[in-house]
């Protein structure tokens, strides 16, 4: 059988795509492109239409209206010649749960026609060969993660939805799992994934659209959404070699702030500042953090949900 889709062209293109559930409208029109070989991330608040967004991409839900086009096939009703080039991992990941970590994958694997070589590749893949044998219901919630990853990949998918893959995992699970999404991006594959960690992110994704009430409230490079947010670099001062005072007198300074015993300034002139405080503390009392794609992502988040209250506002006074 020939695979389903086509190998070049963008990997997914959505096209004014809406999803209401009775009253709750969880999309909203969501038109974007994902390009073959990137690693994009879908950012946003719980409840923004992440999760919807991923599962009518993979063809689990229908839009309302609106068109979607996954390696230029409509996933929708399920494209079961396309599942196959596509890696899906979700929050609700089903196992068969009375069966080893090892047996459960063989059993996939089965399901897609491969052999026991391919479930034990899967599993080192994710680092959890040594728990191979052991139960699915005894695994721990970061281990059934990892085994959820290793089902998605076992058949060597080209398109990868991850729905917070990183969820439950520890820092230093966390760390590999990057590792072993870069491996799969350097090989060409694309990277659809969702996540509420912005430093996770930053480091890995390609572009980002961040989503919110149902709708991409901004979709770029994680660098060139720092800039345009013009989220505030930070300058930590300990406390006590400068009053706030002097330090909000300072050309440039938006903001100062107290926490842990430093001294916070927020700025957008980072450089011109770090010259005027260092000329009054030492530069070598300064810690600098730059701005992140979380600074990011909580200027544009507050900006529209302060739009929505403002608009929730006009209506009550419009009808009294
Ligand atoms: N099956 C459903 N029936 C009714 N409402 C739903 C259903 N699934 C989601 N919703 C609602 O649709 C909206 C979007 O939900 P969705 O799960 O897509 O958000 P999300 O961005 O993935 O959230 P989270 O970050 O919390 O996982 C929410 O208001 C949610 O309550």
């Not at 996933?75 to 596509?86: E, Q, V």
């Not at 970061?142 to 080209?158: E, F, K, S």
């Not at 994680?222 to 300072?250: K, T």
């Not at 926490?259 to 260092?278: D, K, P, Q, W, Y």
């Amino acid at each position: 059988m020939s695979p389903a889709g086509t190998t070049s062209g963008p990997a997914v293109v959505l096209d004014g795509v809406a999803k209401r559930y009775g009253e709750v409208r969880a999309l909203d029109g969501v038109s974007l492109t994902v390009e073959r070989g990137e690693f994009f991330g879908v950012l946003g608040p719980n409840g923004a239409g992440k999760t919807t967004l991923v599962e009518i991409v993979v063809g689990m839900r229908q839009p309302d209206t609106g068109t979607v086009s996954v390696l230029g096939e409509n996933p929708w009703p399920r494209n079961t010649a396309l599942l196959r080039r596509l890696g899906v991992q979700t929050q609700t990941s089903a196992f068969f749960t009375r069966l080893t970590a090892a047996e459960h994958l063989e059993t996939v694997a089965a399901l897609y026609g491969l052999d026991r070589a391919a479930a034990r590749r899967a599993l080192e893949l994710v680092d959890l060969a040594e728990k191979a044998r052991s139960r699915v219901d005894d695994l721990s919630g970061g281990q059934r993660q990892r085994l959820a990853l290793a089902t998605a990949l076992i058949h060597g998918p080209d398109l990868i939805f991850l729905d917070e893959p990183t969820a439950a995992l520890d820092p230093e699970a966390r760390r590999s799992l990057w590792e072993v999404l870069r491996s799969l991006r350097s090989e060409g594959r694309t990277i659809v994934y969702t996540t509420h960690h912005l430093d996770e992110a930053e480091a890995l994704c390609d572009r980002v659209a961040i989503v919110t009430r149902g709708s991409v409230a901004a979709l770029d490079s994680p660098g060139n959404l720092i800039r345009s947010l013009a989220a505030p670099a930070r300058l930590l001062v300990p406390v006590g070699r400068i009053s706030a005072e002097q330090a909000r007198a300072v050309e440039g300074v938006d903001r100062v702030t107290v926490e842990g015993g430093e001294l916070v300034i927020e700025t957008r002139a980072a450089n011109r500042v770090l010259v005027s405080v260092g000329a009054l503390v030492g530069m070598e009392s300064i810690q600098t953090r730059t701005a992140t794609l979380e600074d990011a992502y909580l200027r544009l988040t507050a900006a529209t949900r302060d739009a929505a209250a403002a608009q929730a506002t006009n209506a009550t006074e419009q009808q009294s």
